[in-house]
């Protein structure tokens, strides 16, 4: 009894501490905002998630050792077999989830970049396993269902041309 009166009299402040363990810092992704002229205005690409078939941007975690805007060059042909430009200024970024296999969400800071479309390949590596679509801007805008996403691809309208 005299060892829990002890405990329990202590300093309990590093249990304070333990709070940030659990709100961690956004992860940093990098997206591609592929583009190309279509018949009534720009079009872009959206792909659809592995687990859930959600439309999103292509995206990733940063590559080791490259400029980002050279990460959302490999996103875009990994996801989907896109060959473009990418410019080396970001567009914007929005925040967002990423579901991991283990079921966990966690926050990602996506920084965006555009890439101007050039050509689209037959054989990419994860054909199969996404969806691909070039959808007018309006029409992308409504097929994401995220909602911060949405919001981003309004804001830059004008930034597409």
Same mark, same amino acid.
């Not at 410019?87 to 996506?110: A, E, M, Y």
């Not at 050509?119 to 995220?146: H, N, Y």
């Given at each position: 009894?005299?060892?829990?009166?002890?405990?329990?009299?202590?300093?309990? #402040?590093?249990?304070?501490?333990?709070?940030? *363990?659990?709100?961690?810092?956004?992860?940093?992704?990098?997206?591609? +905002?592929?583009?190309? $002229?279509?018949?009534?205005?720009?079009?872009? +690409?959206?792909? #659809?998630?592995?687990?859930?078939?959600?439309?999103?941007?292509?995206?990733?975690? $940063?590559?080791?050792?490259?400029?980002?805007?050279?990460?959302?060059?490999?996103?875009?042909?990994?996801?989907?077999?896109?060959?473009?430009?990418?410019?080396?200024?970001?567009?914007?970024?929005?925040?967002?989830?990423?579901? *991991? #296999? #283990?079921? *966990?969400k966690i926050r990602t800071k996506?920084?965006?970049?555009?890439?101007?479309?050039?050509?689209?390949?037959?054989?990419? $590596?994860?054909?199969?396993?996404?969806?691909?679509?070039?959808?007018? +801007?309006?029409?992308?805008?409504?097929?994401?269902?995220?909602?911060?996403?949405?919001?981003?691809?309004?804001?830059?309208?004008?930034? *597409?041309?």
């Amino acid at each position: 009894m005299g060892f829990a009166r002890s405990i329990h009299l202590q300093d309990v #402040s590093w249990l304070r501490g333990l709070g940030g *363990l659990f709100v961690k810092p956004a992860r940093l992704q990098i997206a591609a +905002l592929c583009y190309r $002229p279509g018949e009534s205005g720009p079009e872009i +690409l959206v792909v #659809s998630t592995r687990g859930t078939g959600r439309w999103i941007l292509p995206k990733g975690w $940063p590559e080791k050792n490259k400029p980002a805007f050279e990460t959302a060059t490999i996103e875009a042909y990994e996801e989907a077999g896109v060959v473009g430009t990418a410019d080396p200024r970001p567009i914007g970024s929005f925040r967002s989830f990423k579901g *991991l #296999s #283990s079921g *966990l969400k966690i926050r990602t800071k996506v920084i965006v970049f555009k890439v101007k479309f050039e050509e689209q390949l037959e054989t990419f $590596p994860e054909i199969g396993q996404r969806k691909c679509a070039w959808l007018p +801007l309006s029409e992308a805008m409504d097929a994401v269902e995220e909602n911060n996403l949405k919001r981003f691809l309004h804001r830059h309208q004008s930034d *597409l041309t």
